[in-house]
């Protein structure tokens, strides 16, 4: 648990729409909720409160009073009070974010609704568990990218953005809604990468490869300018039996 030096705490309270301002959790009703957790805590609330009104939650970089209460209650040390943490942020990793950044200036964080307060230890070791589980599914999900991506390659389909040297043939959706597209070679394109390899073997730097291509007219997959790091990328897609 944070000692706090002066018993403050600092309350936000945010809606997105006017709909909402109206027939969801107001600002009043978010006002009261955070006014009562800070009686009850024997804290004295910063005033005004901070608020931000018909912002998404979507994004912590575009609320102004967002971040300017989490400074606050970064230079006070004191709890950052919130209705919910739907209130705070709409993505958990927005969220573990906030919290990471108070913990390391000595503040903590109170969710109203949820009962989430770092103050108390059973607090913390709630929200810690929390993290653990956000941390967790990330990592099962980054597995399950990495499983999907590996299965496209062995069947040689298209995943992420489109190399230089293939071509798209075949673009299907599957019955679950699924992108599905199969690389074939683009011959234009797997000539220039012969040649780029070519160059390359015979002591070419990158710079003067990227200049050779740009002078005789050739294109890029984007119709962008040829660069050293272009180069580089083509000559690691080459080092692959597929891409």
Not at 9 to 38: H, P
Not at 114 to 139: K, R
């Amino acid at each position: 648990m944070t000692v706090f030096e002066h018993a403050l705490a600092v309350g936000y309270i945010r809606v997105s729409t006017e709909k909402q301002r109206v027939k969801g959790v107001s600002l009043d009703a978010q006002t009261e909720r955070v006014r009562a957790w800070a009686k009850s805590a024997e804290r004295t609330l910063i005033e005004p409160l901070f608020r931000d009104e018909g912002l998404s939650g979507m994004r912590m970089d575009n609320r102004p009073q967002l971040l300017a209460a989490i400074e606050a209650a970064c230079r006070e040390r004191c709890p950052l009070v919130v209705y919910s943490l739907s209130r705070l942020a709409r993505a958990r990793r927005d969220i573990f974010t906030i919290a990471d950044r108070l913990h390391k200036a000595g503040a903590d964080l109170v969710s109203v609704t949820e009962s989430i307060d770092t103050t108390t230890a059973m607090g913390n070791a709630f929200f810690g568990i929390l993290a653990v589980l956000a941390q967790l599914e990330s990592d099962l999900a980054g597995e399950r990218t990495t499983e999907a991506a590996a299965w496209k390659r062995r069947h040689n389909e298209r995943f992420g953005f489109l190399p230089y040297g293939w071509r798209i043939e075949g673009e299907r959706i599957d019955a679950e809604g699924n992108p599905h597209a199969l690389l074939v070679p683009n011959q234009a394109e797997q000539e220039i990468m012969a040649l780029i390899k070519a160059e390359r073997e015979r002591g070419a730097s990158l710079r003067c490869v990227a200049r050779r291509l740009a002078a005789d007219g050739v294109p890029t997959k984007n119709g962008g300018t040829w660069s050293a790091a272009t180069i580089r990328s083509i000559l690691r897609q080459t080092e692959r039996s597929r891409p």
